[in-house]
């Protein structure tokens, strides 16, 4: 390995040929690209509306500054100092930490399958967009042509198109079904546009990434302002901020709080140490740490008003409708005059005629129509993207329109963050140097595209969303954590604090102050340890389930909870435990070798018969 220019370890003697950025935006738009993703426009603003509102700010604040920044600039400082991948960095700092690199290739390369996966599922919404009326606003005519089809008038044409019309989902995960052509023809799809935007790495990714990531600013700046000019915009808003500062005292707040900005930067994955690498020595990491992970939070809070504001419109509408169903009801069963009951007077009407007709009223079955409800159906995750905006979006004018725009940004959205996760994959490979010269860099980069495309197929069978569950809940939580510790005990243990400070002085020119170096050593460290362990007991005290789609079942249209059956969980177990295993065995296989090359050179002291 070849002297550094400054202190400490640097690069190979190959370095001149390292691909670099054209320019410094280029570099900063990929890495926001990476750590903005579906996440921050599904998980974010759920989180924020369940615990507590602007109560929820503070621990994720907390979290921001004392283990999302630190561990950030971490990544960006090795990368860009040994100007390797992961695994050259860890192999390079240490031999016995090389397993710290594999394992972040792994969870890349796991993460990629169904990742790409949800990016099928929005080029499939993003398609059915094209039309009028949006094929998610009614159910389809049964097959007698009577009547509509029995599922969707028992749940909703939403639910329907996404549970039937587009999963084609069984009820029970044993029960694989067939292959969705559709899905996967689309999934094909996903995989070549993936492909030949990565085809020649940062060359060609660095163009694309300029419209990937500044589309979804565009998209939601544009719901933004519509969002606040509908009817119930201020109430969504208002129900998403108003602090509940006793949630606090609920320590699964500051445990989600603590992931979220981990998950949310992707840290651990690799992919920002393989962009980092392509930075030239001299260039202010610690600067550039602070701006991604401020944008980052910043876009994550951006995008919370925008959901929200529509979530409120959304909320005030269903509430509407609720009374005026009611409100019918009420005139026919008396026989009042036709609008003779506006809203604002019904529940005046209703507590009289409570009073005296209470027998007539409870026939009527009325329901309970308080706004407050309908803001609490909130969710979480793709059930966000394909049920809940999906339905918000048809009480929109111009609904298609509106899902086109709303659909095209989530797929650059994640389009952006899948760079950043190939990149996880492609410069490991490269930087190893285990595969033959001659195979051009677009070669191998449509052999790993296509190993992803034929091993993510079984996301394409019926029940392909469960095992999508499966892997998103068993691949990278604990994995990530476990690398993400590794890592700054590497960093600062094993490569030592003094000679990364100085290696970071040298590229920024100032040497980290007392914040850097206290949370590098204590604070980040303690805080990932935490997590982890509060991650692990919740694991343990709950059986993993899921909730199945079945129309037979009772309380249908809810979904049905049922447990894993053994085999699943083995996988479950299986995927979680690949990863991590990689470092324990790298450094097993390095011990032994140095024990054997140390026995080789000792002379040899036996008697000689």
Known sequence: ????????????????????????????????????????????????????????????LIALVFEGIPLFHIELAIGQRLRKGSVGVWTAISPYLGGVGLGCFTVSFLVSLYYNTVLLWVLWFFLNSFQHPLPWSICPVGLNRTGFVQECQASSAVNYFWYRQTLNVTADISDSGVIQWRLCLCLVACWTVVYLCVIRGIESTGKAIYFTTSFPYLVLTVF????????????????????????????????????????????????????????????????????ISVVNSLTSLYASITIFSIMGFKATTDHKRCLDRNILSLINEFDFPEQSISRDDYPTVLMHLNATCPDRVAQLSLKTCHLEDFLDKSASGPGLAFLVFTEAVLHMPGAAVWAVLFFGMLFTLGLSSMFGTMEGILTPLLDMGRLPRGVPKDVLTGLVCLACFLCSTCFVLQSGSYWLEIFDSFVASLNLLIFAFCEVVGVIYVYGMKR????????????????????????????????????VVLLARSPPSYQAWNPHYAQFPLREEKLYPGWVQVTGLALTSLPVLWVPVVALVQLLARNRQRRGTQPDAGLKL
């Open 224 to 291: 933004l302002v519509r969002g606040l000019t509908l009817p119930g915009a201020a109430e969504g808003l208002t129900y998403l901020f108003t602090p509940k500062m006793q949630i606090l005292q609920n320590p699964r707040v500051w445990l989600d709080a603590a992931t979220q900005i981990f998950f949310s930067l992707s840290l651990a994955f690799g992919g920002h140490i393989a962009f980092a690498s392509y930075n030239p020595p001299r260039n202010n990491c610690a600067k550039d740490a602070v701006i």
């Open 500 to 535: 990364f400070c100085d290696d970071v002085a040298w590229m920024t020119g100032r040497r980290p102050n007392l914040y850097w170096r206290a949370t590098w050593a204590v604070v980040s460290p303690l805080l990932l340890l935490c997590i982890f362990l509060s991650c």
């Open 1 to 60: 390995m070849a002297q550094a220019r400054g202190p400490g370890t640097l690069v190979d003697n190959g370095d001149e040929e390292r691909p670099k950025w054209d320019n410094k935006v280029q570099y900063l738009l990929s890495c926001i690209g990476f750590a903005v993703g579906l996440g921050n426009i599904w998980r974010f603003p759920y989180l924020c509306h369940t615990y507590g509102g602007g109560a929820f700010l503070i621990p994720y």
